[in-house]
Each structure stands twice: as structure tokens, then as C-alpha cells.
T-cell receptor, first 117, second 112 residues
Framework: DAGVIQSPRHEVTEMGQEVTLRCKPISGHNSLFWYRQTMMRGLELLIYFNNNVPIDDSGMPEDRFSAKMPNASFSTLKIQPSEPRDSAVYFC???????????????FGPGTRLTVL | AQSVTQPDIHITVSEGASLELRCNYSYGATPYLFWYVQSPGQGLQLLLKYFSGDTLVQGIKGFEAEFKRSQSSFNLRKPSVHWSDAAEYFCAVGAGNNDMRFGAGTRLTVKP
């Protein structure tokens, strides 16, 4: 299995531009998570989906952030408009359903390093 | 809600020395506990996990962790550290659903 795939790996953009981060979870995993990692705040859960449905988006910092999961094999995290304080590494993770014995073990992608100038 | 504390932000050990990274959790029921490692520029990789049973858990790369309910701890140990172990280590606690909370991480530096 290729693991969780994220693209792009690096993104540099200017303030005010729209940014779209992409994630392909591991096949068969139906829980998907978006995290943001910064030096100041550590690893923060932004949102997670079960069966393509957003379950908890309380970690999304503000309305500029939105996430979608149109199908079981693809999710996007969009920032519009972007700001310099959004600069961070964004991770996607996936896991098996809880009832299937996934027991919360999350498999992480390599991350997208976002720099907003 | 559950929470995790990793008291040590940064630890330095000499290669070949033993290692213990501390993790304390807060959760009212039986927790699901994890240790992840993050190498520079990489995502997080699971080292080991505890759900039930034997409180001493063996993981990959020679790591182990011990669950101590009385101390609300799940410390990570390795008897002899290798230079390749230099990384950031995260403890995490799950609550029996998809809500998992990570600690702030401990950065490990290994001296030659």
C-alpha cells in the first residue's frame, strides 16, 4: 500500500491567494483527519471525517478554512484567502473504522509545508 | 475530554545511553495510548500502542512503553539509543472514538 498521499509537498503562495491541499487516504480507511503543525501550537486537529461526513470541525481556525471529502478516496483542505499566519505543515491521516478494530491508530501522510508570504 | 502532557520539551542523551520519555494523560475511563515518532520533514509513524492487557508494550525500533494507571502515565523507554533515534516523539490518547489528542512532543537529540 502506498500509504496516505498528500499533495503538494510544498506550497509557497502570496497572502490573499487561495490554497488547496489534497489528500488520498489508505484504501479501506473511512476516517480521515486534517492536522496543522506549528512550532508555537504543536499538532492541532482541524477536522475529521467518518464515511465522508465531517464529524468534528471545531478545530478549524476560522471561516477561511474549509474541508471536503467528496468520496472515500479524496479530501481537500482549502484556505481562502490565505494569510502569513497560516504558514505551517498540514498533515492528513486516515484510520480504519472504530468498529472494525481500528482503535484509533492513525496513519499519517508526509505533510504539506505551506508558506504564505 | 482527554488530554496529554509531555513534560520534557527537549532531551539530550548520549548514543548508547538509556532513554525514557515521559507522558501523562488525563481521561476518566480506560485510555487508548500511543507513541508516535516524527523524523525531520516526515509524517508521524506509530511506534507502539496500548489498549488493554499486558501493561508493558513492545514496539518497533526497540522501543517499549509501560502503562501505569495509578500514575496516569505511559512512558516510553529504550535501553540503548542510536543516533538514528534523534527525532520528535509524540504521545497521544484516544477516547474510544476518533477523537485523539496529541501531546506537545519531546525533541530527542543524540550526542555521539
Amino acid at each position: 500500500d502506498a500509504g496516505v498521499i498528500q499533495s503538494p509537498r510544498h506550497e509557497v503562495t502570496e497572502m490573499g491567494q487561495e490554497v488547496t491541499l489534497r489528500c488520498k487516504p489508505i484504501s479501506g480507511h473511512n476516517s480521515l483527519f486534517w492536522y496543522r503543525q506549528t512550532m508555537m501550537r504543536g499538532l492541532e486537529l482541524l477536522i475529521y471525517f467518518n464515511n465522508n461526513v465531517p464529524i468534528d470541525d471545531s478545530g478549524m481556525p476560522e471561516d477561511r478554512f474549509s474541508a471536503k471529502m467528496p468520496n472515500a478516496s479524496f479530501s481537500t483542505l482549502k484556505i481562502q484567502p490565505s494569510e502569513p499566519r497560516d504558514s505551517a505543515v498540514y498533515f492528513c491521516a486516515s484510520s480504519l473504522p472504530w468498529a472494525a478494530g481500528g482503535e484509533n491508530e492513525q496513519f499519517f501522510g508526509p505533510g504539506t509545508r505551506l508558506t504564505v508570504l | 475530554a482527554q488530554s496529554v502532557t509531555q513534560p520534557d520539551i527537549h532531551i539530550t542523551v548520549s548514543e548508547g545511553a538509556s532513554l525514557e520519555l515521559r507522558c501523562n494523560y488525563s481521561y476518566g475511563a480506560t485510555p487508548y495510548l500511543f507513541w508516535y515518532v516524527q523524523s525531520p520533514g516526515q509524517g508521524l509513524q506509530l511506534l507502539l500502542k496500548y489498549f488493554s492487557g499486558d501493561t508493558l508494550v513492545q514496539g518497533i525500533k526497540g522501543f517499549e512503553a509501560e502503562f501505569k494507571r495509578s500514575q496516569s502515565s505511559f512512558n516510553l523507554r529504550k535501553p540503548s539509543v542510536h543516533w538514528s533515534d534523534a527525532a520528535e516523539y509524540f504521545c497521544a490518547v484516544g477516547a474510544g472514538n476518533n477523537d485523539m489528542r496529541f501531546g506537545a512532543g519531546t525533541r530527542l537529540t543524540v550526542k555521539p
